[in-house]
């Protein structure tokens, strides 16, 4: 068990890649306080994992509300101990091409996948930091990588995000907090569900294994980067796209 004794917050685990990343760390020990705006698909996750309750719990947190994100970390810190580990995964797609885009639209995604990655880090900064440890493992996207047929707002969110690990992994590092991200490839979930088949088919081309991948993938590179495995790992954006970027 590799995160034995340790307890993590996962944003948007209610579904997908977020509630894969929730059940690998449930079963490498840790204590997981699942997060999702949709608080009924939280709740039913944690209760799935653990019937008890006691190493599972769910909760309805919008990332991007700023006294709500502030409460529920106080309240992970106050029901499990501590907060070793925060995995800032939710976000959301922005469909259409630049010319029909409304500047709504373009800041709707900018503030959740931007805004609400640094509204998480400021709220569990202080608790790590008193704790003298913390990983924070933030979900960017391979379409932060290269040019990618994905909308420009979406793009350039997962863009930010790097630009934040990095940044934070520096600011925070003398406090014993570690910041990398994962950089997925096209996974399936209700977000890539969106996708015509041809249009999935076009993301994925270029693999170089026999497989796509699932979200179980994301969820093993998320350990490795919440685990001790990777002390003196930090600022890193970790590729898992099955060799798709080399294309
Ligand atoms: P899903 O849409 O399947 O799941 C995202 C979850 O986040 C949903 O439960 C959603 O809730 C929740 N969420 C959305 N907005 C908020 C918010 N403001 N506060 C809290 N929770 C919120 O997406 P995936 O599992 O596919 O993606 C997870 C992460 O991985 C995202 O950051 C995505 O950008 C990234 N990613 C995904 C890839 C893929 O191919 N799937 C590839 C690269 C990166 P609800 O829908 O109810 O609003």
Do not use: H
């Not at 977020?18 to 997981?32: L, N, S, T, Y």
């Not at 309240?75 to 010319?99: P, S, W, Y």
């Amino acid at each position: 068990m590799e995160l034995e004794g340790l307890v993590a917050v996962v944003t948007g685990a209610g579904r997908g890649i977020g509630a894969a990343i929730a059940a690998r760390f449930f079963a490498e020990g840790a204590a997981v306080a699942l997060w999702d705006v949709d608080g009924a698909s939280a709740d039913a996750g944690a209760r799935r994992l653990d019937p008890a309750q006691t190493r599972a719990a769910g909760a309805r947190v919008d990332v991007t509300d700023e006294a709500g994100v502030d409460r529920a970390i106080a309240e992970t810190a106050k029901r499990f101990g501590r907060v070793d580990v925060l995995v800032n995964n939710a976000g959301i797609l922005g469909l259409g091409t630049t010319a029909e885009m409304t500047v709504d639209a373009f800041e709707r995604v900018m503030r959740v996948n931007v805004t609400g990655v640094f509204i998480c880090c400021r709220a569990v900064a202080p608790v790590m930091t008193r704790q003298g440890r913390g990983k924070i493992v933030n979900i960017s996207s391979l379409s932060a990588r290269t040019g990618r047929p994905v909308p420009v707002n979406y793009a350039a969110s997962k863009g930010a995000v790097v630009s934040l690990t990095q940044t934070l992994a520096r600011e925070l590092g003398p406090a014993g907090i570690y910041v990398n991200a994962i950089a997925p490839g096209p996974i399936a979930t209700e977000m890539t569900g969106q996708f015509t088949p041809e249009f999935y088919a076009r993301l994925t081309a270029g693999r170089a294994t026999r497989r796509d991948g699932t979200p179980e993938d994301v969820a093993q590179a998320a350990v490795y980067l919440a685990s001790a495995r990777s002390d003196w790992v930090t600022g890193v954006v970790l590729d898992v796209n099955g060799g798709i970027l080399m294309r």
